[in-house]
């Protein structure tokens, strides 16, 4: 792994967990095993600001396969199949994308443009992506898709923002159990 790599995996870590003001450029040193203070980071990066922005752009290209949902069914032709993968896919994701998610939250009232400019790629495109999956796959008018689309994936993001916003399981479902409901709610907003 490069050192320009380490050290987004250890800054993204860092403002995961601590937030983007309460981590150190020195922090960061520590934790991608360069010397702490040395200054090791700018040869990569002009800023902390310029390495967060790439810390959450290489996110965000990590999940385009989320974004186009409609790629992970190619020929799978079972709707209920089909919709179990998308649910167990997205709360995976969203599991591995924990720290993006909770810097895009720590974040949204300090840096607004590189929140919004992130929710937008990887919210709206989802959306946008699963919507027009379900009206092909379910002939479902564009309104329709982009409505159901709004409250089956609110459902899968909600139910993990809230563990990681909040440091618990408020629902207390357990991942199977949720999977199953949602897809037979998904199924019956589809007819």
């Known amino acids: ?6 050290i987004l995996d250890a800054a993204m870590e860092l403002f995961g967990r601590q937030g983007y003001k309460g981590t150190s450029v020195v922090q960061i040193e520590r934790a991608a095993g360069l010397s702490p203070g040395a200054g090791g980071i700018y040869h990569h990066f002009r ?3 310029e390495l967060l922005a790439a810390g959450i752009e290489r996110h965000l290209s990590r999940l385009a396969a989320l ?16 919709l179990t993968l998308t649910a ?12 993006l998610l909770r810097i895009l939250a720590s974040e949204s009232r300090t840096r607004p443009d590189l ?10 495109a989802t959306y946008a992506g699963f919507a027009d999956w379900l009206a092909e796959r379910a002939g ?6 982009e409505a159901v689309a ?5 459902a899968l993001f909600s139910t993990r923002l809230l563990r990681l916003l909040l440091g618990a399981d408020p629902i ?3 991942d199977s159990q949720f999977v199953e409901t949602w897809v037979e709610m998904v199924a019956a907003l589809l007819g």
Not at 91 to 97: F, I, K, N, Q
Not at 115 to 124: D, F, G, K, N, Y
Not at 140 to 145: F, N, Y
Not at 150 to 154: F, N
């Open 67 to 82: 974004r186009d949902i409609r790629a992970l069914f190619t020929g799978l032709g079972d709707l209920r199949a089909e």
């Open 150 to 154: 709004a409250v089956a994936l609110g």
């Open 88 to 99: 167990r896919y997205a709360l995976a994701e969203l599991d591995r994308e924990a720290d």
């Open 115 to 124: 929140v919004e400019s992130a929710v937008r790629q990887l919210v709206q």
């Open 140 to 145: 479902l008018s564009p309104e329709r898709a």
């Open 1 to 6: 792994m490069s050192t320009r790599e380490r």
């Open 172 to 174: 207390g479902v357990d």
């Open 47 to 49: 800023t902390k600001e």
